[in-house]
Antibody
Framework: EVQLVQSGAEAERPGASLKISCKASGYNFPNYWIGWVRQMPGKGLEWMGVIYPDDSDTKYSPSFQGQVTFSVDKSINTAYLQWGSLRASDSATYFC????????????WGQGTPVTVSS | SSDLTQDPAVSVALGQTVTITCQGDSLRSHYATWYQQRPGQAPILVIYNMNKRPSGIPDRFSGSHSGDTASLTITGTQAEDEADYYCNSRDSANYPLRMFGGGTRLTVL
């Protein structure tokens, strides 16, 4: 069974750094793009970008370029989303998802990681 | 504009047919993908490549496309179809990146 399991909820202060994870199982992790999607409280989905685990090729949406960093550790089939300095506006639920094709259609999603940034 | 526009809310009577639309310039060149999101849950892929259904998605869900508009149709709507529906397609201004529409809240009466 293809599965993505994300790390648990986080609560941080503004200015803190944070790295959340997305562990894949049930398929050949290096060969499928992983995407990240933000959902702010009560709002819609926002496409953040994708990373190809095999070579770490990364595509960021302009809205998120320079604000977050995608990375992977192929040895443990895990993708990461990280912030160097959190802001209150980063409070949201973040989903990772596996792309089923080169068009970046996401056929499997993680359960989401809620991130709260508050002083 | 590179946006994808959806009606914020649509309602349908149980057992009836409903169509949810998504409009945007990028749809003149690229197909739409549709995701369903029930409250408190992760999204689910329901339609990709305009009209293809992943394994496990009921055949009452179908997709279509004309000009700058993509449509998701649910035939014989069930109570469990009550959810938010998001279209997704290429962002023509930032190709090959993708973007979501604002979402449509479907209420089943």
């Amino acid at each position: 069974e293809v599965q993505l399991v994300q790390s648990g909820a986080e609560a941080e202060r503004p200015g803190a750094s944070l790295k959340i994870s997305c562990k894949a199982s049930g398929y050949n992790f290096p060969n499928y793009w992983i995407g990240w999607v933000r959902q702010m409280p009560g709002k819609g989905l926002e496409w953040m970008g994708v990373i190809y685990p095999d070579d770490s090729d990364t595509k960021y949406s302009p809205s998120f370029q320079g604000q977050v960093t995608f990375s992977v550790d192929k040895s443990i089939n895990t993708a990461y989303l990280q912030w160097g300095s959190l802001r209150a506006s980063d409070s949201a639920t973040y989903f990772c998802a596996r792309s089923m094709n080169s068009a970046w259609d996401f056929d499997t999603w993680g359960q989401g990681t809620p991130v709260t940034v508050s002083s | 504009s590179s946006d994808l526009t959806q009606d914020p809310a649509v309602s349908v009577a149980l057992g009836q047919t409903v169509t949810i639309t998504c409009q945007g310039d990028s749809l003149r060149s690229h197909y739409a993908t549709w995701y369903q999101q029930r409250p408190g849950q992760a999204p689910i892929l329901v339609i990709y490549n305009m009209n293809k259904r992943p394994s496990g998605i009921p055949d009452r869900f179908s997709g279509s496309h004309s000009g700058d508009t993509a449509s998701l149709t649910i035939t014989g709507t069930q109570a469990e179809d009550e959810a938010d529906y998001y279209c997704n397609s290429r962002d023509s201004a930032n190709y090959p990146l993708r973007m979501f529409g604002g979402g449509t809240r479907l209420t089943v009466l």
